[in-house]
């Protein structure tokens, strides 16, 4: 059964930093690419980040280049995303997935590309 467990949230101040945690079972993580997504109340999931299984590619969506960094720790099975100068607009549910792939270098942003999600964390940025 896989499983996919995020942590990690939690509320923090305009500009402050939080660092999510995922750690996957139940499947072999380095043949999975990872990102992460996240909701809003009322809005669509949305692409946050991906990192490929090799780790030296990632992608992130434009509103948190700069602030947000991807990684990944293939023999602890983990996923991690560090985000900096944090905005009352990251305030949100953050969710990881997994991408199965052969190739060590593919990430995309397509929600459905994910076969696996984790139940969430909840991340608030107050003002």
């Known amino acids: 059964q896989v499983q996919l467990v995020e942590s990690g949230g939690g509320l923090v101040q305009v500009g402050g930093s939080l660092r999510l945690s995922c750690t996957a079972s139940?499947?072999?993580?380095?043949?999975?690419?990872m990102g992460w997504f996240r909701q809003a109340p009322g809005k669509e999931r949305e692409f946050v980040a991906a990192?490929?299984?090799?780790?030296?590619?990632?992608k992130y969506t434009d509103s948190v280049k700069g602030r947000f960094t991807v990684s990944r720790d293939n023999a602890k099975n983990a996923v991690y995303l560090q985000m900096n100068s944090l905005k009352p607009e990251d305030t949100a549910v953050y969710y990881c997935?997994?991408?199965?792939?052969?190739?060590?270098?593919?990430?995309?942003?397509?929600?459905?590309?994910?076969?696996?999600w984790g139940q969430g964390t909840q991340v608030t940025v107050s003002s």
């Open positions: 997935a997994a991408d199965r792939t052969t190739l060590s270098t593919y990430i995309t942003s397509f929600p459905r590309a994910y076969a696996y």
């Open positions: 139940g499947l072999t993580f380095s043949s999975y690419a």
């Open positions: 990192i490929a299984i090799s780790g030296f590619n990632t």
